[in-house]
């Protein structure tokens, strides 16, 4: 077999294990998205935290608010609207918001927060703003797990199955021990 047979028998070997590849780096990360999906794989929304009435009694009283979490998770872009049903002014951060109106917070950074929060009687209130889990995140995932998986396959089946040269047709037949050539 020649040098070109070679290299095209390798070339196709190689075709084959990117395919195959791609197919099971896809369909692994999409069974892992799948089981691993969180509330943060989505496009980003307004989200409204209402304030009930009578709040700052309970925090006075060191009541936690249990319609209010410690801890909230947001996807980068989310807009986070504080709406005041008490009677008194509350805070969260930066915002006020007065008795019977409303506030919003636009989350444009990810990051983790502790915010100072007047309406949770442990006096702050946790935002978690994440990266949102596109589809573009996840053909980046693919591009660097597709090369690397190939690598490995290519390289596994060369042990596996190495491209031998065909022996040529009209090549003289070699012997073994002591039988003799065969002359025409």
Not at 47 to 67: Q, R, Y
Not at 160 to 182: C, D, H, V, Y
């Amino acid at each position: 077999m020649d040098t070109n047979s070679t290299l095209k028998k390798g070339f196709k070997r190689l075709i084959i294990t990117l395919l195959i590849s791609l197919a099971l780096v896809w369909a692994g990360s999409e069974v892992a998205f799948y089981f691993l999906k969180e509330n943060t794989d989505r496009l980003p929304e307004q989200i409204e935290l209402v304030i009930p009435p009578g709040t700052a009694d309970k925090v006075a009283a060191g009541e936690p608010i249990p319609s209010i979490p410690d801890e909230m998770t947001f996807v980068l872009g989310d807009t986070l609207i504080v709406k005041n049903e008490d009677s008194v002014d509350h805070t969260l951060g930066p915002l006020w918001i007065p008795p019977r109106s409303k506030a919003s917070l636009v989350l444009d950074a990810a990051d983790r927060y502790a915010y100072s929060c007047s309406f949770q009687s442990s006096r702050y209130l946790g935002l978690n703003v994440k990266q949102p889990t596109t589809w573009q995140t996840r053909l980046v995932a693919l591009g660097f797990s597709v090369p690397a998986t190939t690598a490995f396959f290519f390289i596994y089946s060369l042990a596996l199955w190495p491209i031998n040269p065909e022996p040529k047709k009209n090549a003289p037949r070699e012997t073994q021990g002591n039988e003799k050539p065969s002359r025409p």
